[in-house]
Structures are given as structure tokens and as C-alpha cells.
């Protein structure tokens, strides 16, 4: 899901995630909440979920937690730019929540502050996507239970590019031709977003690279990155692309107000644009940059951890076994009712009736053929390096190869204090 009623996203997370982990020890957490320890309906846990923008969610979280006999589970439910701040910051107090809402982040592990729920998910690992089982993995063992995958593509308007005699782009040499030929007075061919962040992995991608590879080394530095990165730049200063939108690439109001014909978002707004625009709609994924790149198209998600210094861990690790892996009518109403998402439980994503056609199943298609999930390896500091090669080089027409030189430096620097 989105954070649609925010205006932060999760770079910002693993920036609040990067400076808890440089807070070094946190052992004082969760030690004295003035919660009960005594198991069973007397045990209070509180959970941190940030304000999703999907019309419905707050209720169905609280549904879920008021259903649960075992504890009482209070959800603090935190809306504005706040949450990142919020949650880092409570979790170095006494009043730190029992579980909360987040991404992989390799920092949380290390740094303790995540517990390891191998014990409750392996009984039924093999129902989940591999790729969310392995983005969760350090050396052997699952830190968090993903709640929803969230892929991320190109929605048009198949009526605008009929006009305008546009076919649907398959590389970004045509993505960046189409963006021209859809662009009039008012309305801008392409959206990206405001700060091109969301598009930096998938460029990646489609170039035929990655952020690192299976031996947590750079493979991002290719002449296939060098070549989208120049094209980007011609895509950047082309009079093509939506600039300074009124909200984020997140939000489905660029397309849905006309303001563009083809906008990067996520599956979650599909029901807004079909509401909206009915079936004047399509989606793509990002387009390959090099001969020998292919199409991608990243995964987000939320996933669920467990605070493992605060007073109640066992209590909730059985809170999130009972919603997040026993039940799964809870967990297909999460992922289908309220915007559309992925289950990542298998079971659930094969019989959920509102992807299997349309507009939806489109989208799980491209999730499948194209999919890319989270590296919880990839921190902070190496995703600040990678958006300053875009800002120098995409927007200030810097030399690539010079930025990714620099961007090494940095990224291999994280590397070598993570991994040796």
C-alpha cells in the first residue's frame, strides 16, 4: 500500500532505520513500558502502522487486532510525515511499540533490534513467495513477515496514445519517443515522480544489472547503467516529463487530473484509476534500456517485525503468527480490499478473485514475468549514492562514469563494514 497521506517514503524510513542502527546499543528499550508480562488476555502490545492513504484501512486494522483473544493489541495508527521519526525515535524509549511496520533493512538486524521469527514462518515457508522469504533472510535466518507486495509500473492511457498513434514503449528509446509525441499544451507525456527516485532501481534493471549481486558485491557500474543514465538525461531536459506534480508519483492524481498520459505508481492505486478513468487504462512495465536488458518492475511491500528488546517478544511473535500467518481471510481482505496488492502467501494469491482478471491480472503478470523484491543488504547510505548520481548526472548533466566512481566509493565502503 501507499503512503498516500504522507509526503515522506521509504528512503526516509532507512534513513530513520540508518541513524537507530548508529545509535548503537539499545538494551534500555522496552524495558520499562509499564506494560503487563503476564501472558493471555492481560498482555497489552502495541503495534506502529503508518496512515495508509486507502480509504478502510485503519478499521481493518484494528478489526483484525480486536478479534485477537490472546492480548490486547492497541494500534497507534500515525498519519502526517511523522512515522519514520516517530517509530525510531520511541524505539529508543521505554514506550518503544511491541511490533511495527517497516521494510528490510539489514541494520535492524544487526543492530538487534528486530527478532527472528524463523521459528513461527518456517512451518509455512514454502507458502510464501521465495523472493519475500529471501529478501528477509540474513544468514539463514527471517527477520519479519511480509504483509503485501506492492509492484510498481507504467499506467496509461490507451486513448491518448491511439491518438497520438503511439504504441505501447518496450524501450526506453520508445518511452522516451512516446513521452514526446504525447506531450501537448496541457498535458506532459511521462510522470516519474517529482524526484525520480522510484525509477533509479528499475532503470537498473532493465539495464541487465543489479544493485549488488549474490556475493553482496557492486553490479550496478555497467556500461548498460552508463547508457540509461545518458538516456535519462535526454528524457530529463526534453520538455517531456511532468515535473513538480502536485503529489508524488505515489498518488494517482497526475493521470487521473490529466496532468500527464502515462505515470510510474504502484498497483494500489488501480482502483482509483479505474474509478476514475474507467477503462481508458493500461499498464506496462519499465522498459528495457540495453539490447540485452529486459523489462522489470520493482516490488515495495510492508512487512511486520517484532521489537526483540521489548518486554513482550513471545507475545508478539503468537500475535503476528495468528494475523499474519494463520489467518488468511484477514490476510487476503489486507491485500484486496483496500486498493489492490499481491498476497504474498501463494495459496492466498492464487485464489484471491479480484486479481484473476482484468486490469489486476495484468498487473500480476508483470509482478511475475518481471518482478524485482527488496536487497536487505541495499542500505541507506548506498541508496543516498545512487540518487546523487541521478542528481548530478540526470539532472545537472554530470558524467555518469565520474558519479557511479564516486557512488562506489561510498557503497563499497557500507559493504565492507557490513559484510567484511
Known amino acids: 500500500m501507499?503512503?498516500?497521506?504522507?509526503?515522506?517514503?521509504?528512503?526516509?524510513?532507512f534513513k530513520a532505520a540508518a541513524g537507530l542502527a548508529a545509535a548503537g546499543t539499545l538494551a534500555a528499550c522496552g524495558s520499562n513500558n509499564g506494560r503487563s508480562d503476564s501472558g493471555g488476555s492481560g498482555t497489552n502490545l502495541t503495534q506502529f502502522f503508518h496512515a495508509y492513504g486507502e480509504a478502510g484501512t485503519e478499521q481493518a486494522i484494528k478489526k483484525y487486532a480486536a478479534a485477537y483473544d490472546k492480548?490486547?493489541?492497541n494500534t497507534q495508527w500515525i498519519t502526517g510525515s511523522d512515522f519514520e521519526s516517530k517509530l525510531f525515535a520511541t524505539l529508543l524509549t521505554k514506550n518503544a511499540p511491541d511490533l511495527f511496520e517497516f521494510h528490510p533493512q539489514i541494520q535492524l538486524v544487526k543492530s538487534g533490534?528486530?527478532?527472528d521469527l524463523t521459528d513461527i514462518i518456517d512451518p509455512v515457508k514454502d507458502d510464501f513467495n521465495p523472493a519475500d522469504i529471501k529478501s528477509h533472510t540474513v544468514d539463514g535466518k527471517i527477520y519479519g513477515v511480509r504483509m503485501i507486495d506492492d509492484p510498481q509500473f507504467f499506467f496509461y492511457r490507451p486513448s491518448l496514445l491511439e491518438k497520438a498513434g503511439v504504441k505501447v514503449p518496450t524501450t526506453l528509446d520508445e518511452l522516451i519517443e512516446?513521452?514526446?509525441?504525447?506531450?501537448?499544451?496541457?498535458?506532459?507525456?511521462l510522470f516519474l515522480g517529482n524526484d525520480l527516485h522510484a525509477v533509479i532501481n528499475p532503470m537498473i534493471w532493465s539495464a541487465g544489472a543489479d544493485t549488488l549481486d549474490d556475493k553482496n558485491q557492486i553490479a550496478y557500474h555497467t556500461d548498460?547503467?552508463?547508457e540509461g543514465i545518458k538516456k535519462m538525461r535526454t528524457l530529463f531536459t526534453s520538455g517531456d516529463l511532468l515535473l513538480d506534480?502536485?503529489?508524488?508519483?505515489?498518488?494517482?492524481?497526475?493521470?487521473?487530473?490529466?496532468?500527464?498520459?502515462?505515470q510510474f505508481c504502484g498497483m494500489w492505486a488501480m482502483p482509483q484509476f479505474q474509478q476514475t478513468l474507467g477503462d481508458d487504462i493500461g499498464v506496462f512495465p519499465f522498459p528495457k534500456v540495453t539490447d540485452s536488458g529486459k523489462p522489470s518492475v520493482y516490488n515495495g511491500g510492508w512487512s511486520m517485525f517484532v521489537n526483540a528488546k521489548g518486554e513482550n517478544v513471545e507475545a508478539a511473535k503468537a500475535y503476528v503468527k495468528w494475523l499474519w500467518l494463520d489467518q488468511k481471510t484477514y490476510q487476503e481482505d489486507w491485500a484486496t480490499s483496500y486498493g489492490f496488492h499481491i498476497p504474498p502467501r501463494t495459496s492466498i494469491a492464487a485464489s484471491a478473485t479480484k486479481l484473476k482478471s482484468g486490469l489486476p491480472a495484468e498487473g500480476v503478470?508483470?509482478?511475475t514475468d518481471y518482478g524485482h523484491f527488496d536487497n536487505i543488504g541495499w542500505t541507506q547510505a548506498m541508496i543516498t549514492a545512487l540518487e546523487d548520481v541521478f542528481a548530478n548526472s540526470v539532472r545537472k548533466g554530470g558524467d555518469p562514469e565520474a558519479s557511479l566512481d564516486k557512488a562506489d566509493k561510498t557503497v563499497n565502503r557500507e559493504l565492507k563494514k557490513l559484510f567484511g
Request: glycine share 6%; with cysteine.
Open 245 to 262: 506534480a502536485p503529489a508524488d508519483y505515489w498518488d494517482a492524481s497526475a493521470l487521473n487530473q490529466g496532468l500527464c498520459a502515462m
Open 2 to 13: 501507499s503512503a498516500m497521506s504522507s509526503n515522506w517514503d521509504r528512503r526516509s524510513l
Open 365 to 367: 503478470k508483470l509482478f
Open 224 to 226: 548498460g547503467v552508463i
Open 71 to 73: 492480548a490486547k493489541v
Open 178 to 189: 512516446a513521452a514526446a509525441k504525447l506531450t501537448t499544451s496541457k498535458v506532459k507525456g
Open 113 to 115: 533490534q528486530v527478532a
